[in-house]
């Protein structure tokens, strides 16, 4: 039994299979050989040895031949390894004995190989490893061929161990099959972490190295609220975790009931909990959990699962699926924010340095016009349908949503000439996720109808931390005084011009944080669906005054440690446990 600490992103525990994806994307299935295929398959064994030994002496001839003997000498040393005969014997054994596929024997040895130099004193000797696990590599191509195979392919339950997974890999992961997954990086507010949330399956990530540790088919558990990862459990482990399943599963049951009361305080004051989604398909997950709108629909998910730029037509679809099952209740439809870790197969910028900084968000739909009038296009035919909201992401000057809204206009312009329906006065808001924009939430409430606060973005700006670095983890800190003093500001600025203000970050789905938010005045919430019966729960647990003090007092502390300790004791007095 082996344990990592990572960084939990997306609650629940799952035991299963592990599906392991190398570096180059694809996976290393476990598979077992009938009886009468093993000669074929030590045959095909046989041949990929030969194949890649072919292919290390053209190169040990071809590097010797341009750079001198002692760099080629590093492929003689790969040749010796290969042409071994114990470990080749030990891979030979596997697929005749426990009739392991070639694949699976040669990943099965090499791996354990590369471990014996990993655990060595020596980092020189250490760093032998890479050799193991670049012939590894070389004999899987030549095995697996054509027949390599991407994680789209599932037929049976997995967890996904990766080295890292970009938003659109995690937003393609077969939903049916995929029950958890685990990255090597990746940050506390990274994207992945928040699809993660939105397919309702455990994730860690920031782990560090481990996948070489660990081969397809082992046992698993994924701990997404300790952000543990556990790799061949014991009994006893296994047992603590099918126990606590169980007790989650009937504290949820304990919760149903909470779906059709409202989100309302102990002294009536109705706090409106919203839904965030990424894809379509979520918005049921808002109705089956009573939420009162959608808070935050980030559209730019559409472009992430597709090879080409959306049409009109498939963003209207997306939007009416939505707009309509929520009927009455507000769908905050965002316009694109892409660039940063969200890079769909488009054209990147070119000065891609510094993405979070860079061209991303609504610079990007700016300088894009024709794609964002598109999408503008439709969100505007879809506001007929229903209760929709328009909201522009990163806005940080008051030119920039100028810009913004002067599109918008032109775009309903354009469809009235076309005689296509839509409102004409749909709200129209924008996210406050930089620092300049809290700053100047006095001045942008008198042209926007909404705002909406976005902490993911705006602890990353303020306190000059990547939200998807894991090695900077400990720095992202949702109640750092200087984010709480941004949020105060906006909320503040809010309430004077009285323009309605929410919260769709991932700090407001988190009960640690409600009563402190609650404090601040925040009435509006827009969470991870999963996430609304606990906020709820508290919500009609607590008085806004209680509320109100404990904020003053959070105000006043000077370290985010301090804040934390502080919110889990006043928590406590009205549940009995809240995760982060
Ligand atoms: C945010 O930054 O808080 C936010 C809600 O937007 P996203 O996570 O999509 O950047
Ligand atoms: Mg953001």
Partial sequence: MQKLQGIAVSPGAVIGEALVMDTEGFRIPRRFVARDAVVDELERFNKAVTAAAVEIAHHRETVSAEL????????????????????RGEVEELIRQRHYSPEYAVSHVLRRYAQ?????????LAERANDIFDIEKRLLRHLLGRRREGISRLTSPVLVLAHNLTPSETSNLDRRFVRGFVTEIGGPGSHTAIVAEALE??????????????SGGETVIIDGDQGLVILSPDEETLAQYRREAEEKRI??????????????????????????????????????????????????????????????????????????????????????????????????????????????????????????????????????????????????????????????ADVMEDL????????????????????????????????????????????QYTLAVDRANKDVGGLYNPVDPAVLRLIAMAIEAADRKQV??????????????????????????????????????????????ECQIVAERVM?????????????????????????
């Fill in 251 to 408: 504290q949820a049951t304990r919760l149903e009931p909470l779906r059709d009361l409202p989100a309302e305080t102990r002294d009536n004051v109705r706090i409106e909990l919203l839904g965030n989604i990424e894809f379509p398909y979520e918005v049921d997950h808002c109705v089956d959990r009573g939420a009162d709108g959608v808070g935050l629909y980030r559209t730019e998910f559409l472009y992430l699962g597709a090879e080409t730029e959306p049409t009109e037509e498939i963003h209207y679809q997306a939007y009416s699926r939505v707009v309509q099952a929520m009927g009455k209740r507000p769908v905050v439809i965002r316009t694109f924010d892409l660039g940063a870790d969200k890079m769909p197969n488009m054209p990147h910028p070119e000065d891609n340095r510094n993405p979070c900084l860079g061209l991303r968000s609504i610079r990007l739909a700016l300088r894009n016009l024709p794609v964002f009038r598109t999408q503008l296009r439709a969100v505007l035919r879809a506001s007929v349908l229903g209760n929709v909201h328009i909201m522009f992401p990163l806005v940080s000057t008051l030119l920039e949503l100028r810009q913004a809204k002067m599109v918008l």
């Fill in 500 to 545: 309605p203000i929410s919260m769709c970050g991932q700090m407001s789905g988190s009960p640690l944080y409600t009563i402190l938010l609650l404090g601040m005045g925040l009435r509006r919430f827009s969470v991870t669906p999963s996430a609304i019966p606990e906020v709820k729960n508290l919500c009609r647990r607590v008085t806004i005054p």
């Fill in 556 to 580: 006043t502390m000077e370290n985010a440690r301090d804040v934390k300790n502080y919110l889990k004791e006043e928590v406590k007095k009205y549940v009995e446990e809240v995760a982060e």
């Fill in 116 to 124: 014996v130099f990993q655990r060595l004193e020596s980092s020189h």
């Fill in 416 to 459: 009235q000439e076309h005689n296509l329906p839509f409102n004409r006065d749909l709200p129209v808001g924008m996210m406050v996720e930089t620092p300049a924009a809290a700053m100047m939430a006095d001045r942008f409430v008198e042209e926007v109808d909404f705002l909406s606060i976005g902490t993911n973005d705006l602890i």
């Fill in 201 to 214: 399956i455990p994730a860690v990530v920031g782990t560090g190295p481990f996948l070489t540790d660990v």
């Fill in 68 to 87: 001198g003997e002692k760099y080629g000498a590093i492929f003689e040393a790969h040749l010796q390894m290969l042409q071994d005969s114990r470990l």
